[in-house]
């Protein structure tokens, strides 16, 4: 291994390069770890007599104090390469048409390059009602003074910063940066500080009960759990390597690791936690986001179905948002729940499937 390996020196072509793979990798079924976010376990109880009119059914939410027609978050994606502005654009013209959350990909960038945030500032001037949300990585925010979160954050005009948690794929990264020591320090710090709420985010790789028991009490508005089930980081990293690399074989490795969506939920429903639960990985359609409203989650998150979407145009993005939406709707009336709260409180609403004992 050389020694300067985890020496952050990107270039700005390595970067662009490495953005590019990452969204071209992502797109490819070998880098899911598909059926093993839980959520095919999961059984809504049906109702037959739901007692409602289907246009009853209420999906609207409120983000601090604003209300959103959904509980849906386009999770970060990514952005400066060649054409990611555009799709970027679609994105968010439909986000904010739509009323879901939209989040940005990574500003790393931003902390080295300042102009590298102007595809961001372009798209929020251009959807000034956008309700868009930063993202930095917690290996950056540990070394990170707050004038410079603050940059991030007054670049987008963002309401919330993400802080994204990846220990596994910058472990397997050619350019990685696993130096998270003093991370849980860093961000209690950024909590107390920041001038927006501050979410914590995995990658694909989930929570442990310990783990969000850990995050109680230092002012997290929100942790988004991001199980395994869905786009698997490592995997990508892994196909990016050389076959005659090492870590191409350690890759292959660690290809399942990770904790599923559906047993973070259930982590965090036995927490007595201070913050929000979003529920992001693996969840392909809206009925594994009632399912995921079902265990606890206050908001769902969504990735690769956008991106996909996205890149064939503005007509296709939009059917996949409304599929999405429609099919939540659908799972709350046929549970007989007019609301996301409903939803959320109902005792009875969910079992193991093939199983006659309810969760």
Request: charged share 25%; with cysteine; proline share 2%.
């Amino acid at each position: 291994m050389k020694k300067n390996r985890f020496k952050n020196t990107d270039s700005i072509s390595d970067f662009i390069c490495r953005k590019k793979d990452h969204i071209s990798l992502s797109l490819k079924e070998e880098n899911e770890a598909l059926g093993f976010s839980g959520f095919s376990l999961i059984q809504l109880v049906h109702s037959a007599l739901p007692e409602m009119d289907f246009s009853e059914v209420d999906i609207s939410t409120h983000f601090f104090e604003k209300k959103l027609a959904t509980p849906f978050v386009v999770t970060g994606m990514t952005g400066g390469w060649e054409g990611s502005l555009e799709i970027n654009k679609r994105i968010a013209r439909l986000c904010e048409k739509k009323g879901w959350i939209m989040g940005a990909g990574s500003q790393r960038r931003q902390i080295s390059d300042s102009d590298a945030g102007r595809e961001w500032q372009e798209i929020s001037k251009e959807c000034p009602h956008l309700t868009l949300i930063g993202n930095i990585g917690l290996s950056q925010l540990i070394q990170m003074k707050l004038s410079k979160m603050e940059e991030l954050v007054s670049s987008l005009k963002a309401s919330a910063m993400v802080v994204h948690t990846n220990p596994l794929q910058e472990a397997l990264q050619l350019e990685g940066t696993p130096q998270f020591k003093g991370g849980l320090n860093a961000l209690c710090d950024l909590c107390k500080n920041l001038s927006v709420p501050v979410i914590l985010k995995e990658t694909g790789c989930g929570f442990s009960q310990n783990q969000l028991q850990d995050l109680s009490g230092i002012g997290l508005f929100a942790v988004d759990l991001s199980g395994y089930g869905g786009t698997h980081w490592g995997r990508i990293e892994g196909n990016r390597i050389d076959k005659k690399h090492f870590l191409y074989g350690i890759a292959e490795t660690f290809k399942d690791w990770g904790i599923s969506t559906v047993d973070s939920l259930l982590f965090a429903k036995k927490v007595n936690k201070d913050y929000e639960i979003w529920a992001s990985g693996g969840v392909r359609n809206g009925c594994d986001a009632a399912k995921a409203l079902a265990l606890g989650a206050n908001r769902v998150g969504v990735a690769r179905p956008i991106i996909q979407s996205a890149l064939k145009g503005v007509v296709t993005l939009e059917q996949t948002m409304s599929r999405l939406e429609y099919e939540l709707r659908v799972a709350l009336f046929c549970s007989g729940c007019k609301s996301i709260e409903a939803i959320k409180k109902h005792k009875n609403i969910w079992k193991w499937k093939n199983s006659l004992f309810n969760g």
